[in-house]
């Protein structure tokens, strides 16, 4: 049971690239979330998603798409990175419909250390 | 909306000695909270969560914390401070009602132990 997983672990852009970042959970889980987490900010949702085929938007979805084709995946977009979106982007998952536990929390992925030059 | 504010960017405590992060919160309906702790270069590991059962909830390596409505708090404790203690904590609320289902996170508390 690897838990949440991400894909890739570091990566450095220059600005005006695109790239996509993957997330996949093993624990059939419905709910996937995308965060970014920056220097004495915490962590803020940037899309999530309530099962296969769905997405909104979080707290700070502008310069990000998303999509969960897959129940078990979740990837995150950046059609044209810039400067302002080096950060560390966390996947997280929560609740698994066969434990009927609304009340879970959400399991965290290791996160993806990303730089715009 | 819910918010979360958790008072002390940096705390130091000498090993032994009591710890206790601060987190109060702003929810328009009864509240959900949690503790997460993140080690350098991990993820978020939850630590202990307050769902409307028991006010004082005991967590993972020793912690708890305490839900008090009349003072929306919900700060977390441990008597006695390990070294392996040192690492990012975050209080984090969600409202308990159902279809709501994002976390706003708190911006962190970055706990130093003095040996």
């Known amino acids: 049971n690897a838990g949440v997983t991400q894909t890739p672990k570091f990566r450095v852009l220059k600005t005006g690239q695109s790239m996509t970042l993957l997330c996949a959970q093993d624990m059939n889980h419905e709910y996937m979330y995308w965060y970014r987490q920056d220097p004495g900010m915490g962590l803020r949702l940037i899309h999530y998603?309530?099962?296969?085929?769905?997405?909104a938007k979080g707290e700070v979805p502008d310069g990000y798409n998303v999509s969960r084709l897959k129940k078990q995946n979740f990837l995150l977009g950046l059609e044209s990175a810039a400067p302002s979106q080096t950060s560390v982007y966390f996947c997280?998952?929560?609740?698994?419909?066969?434990?009927?536990?609304?009340?879970?929390?959400?399991?965290f992925g290791p996160g993806t250390r990303l730089t715009v030059t | 909306a819910q918010s979360v504010t958790q008072l002390g960017s940096h705390v130091s405590v000498s090993e032994g000695a009591l710890v206790l992060l601060r987190c109060n919160y702003s929810s328009s309906v009864p509240p959900y909270l949690f503790w997460y702790v993140q080690y350098p270069n991990q993820g978020l590991q939850l630590l202990l969560k307050?769902?409307?059962?028991?006010?004082l909830v005991k967590g993972i390596n020793g912690f708890e914390a305490e839900f008090k409505k009349s003072e929306t708090s919900f700060h977390l404790t441990k008597p006695s401070a390990h070294m392996s203690d040192a690492a990012e904590y975050f209080c984090a609320v969600r409202e308990a009602n159902f279809g709501n289902e994002k976390l706003t996170f708190g911006t962190g508390t970055r706990l130093t132990i003095i040996p």
């Open positions: 997280a998952s929560s609740y698994n419909v066969a434990s009927g536990r609304m009340l879970d929390e959400q399991y």
């Open positions: 998603s309530v099962g296969e085929g769905t997405t």
């Open positions: 307050y769902t409307s059962a028991a006010t």
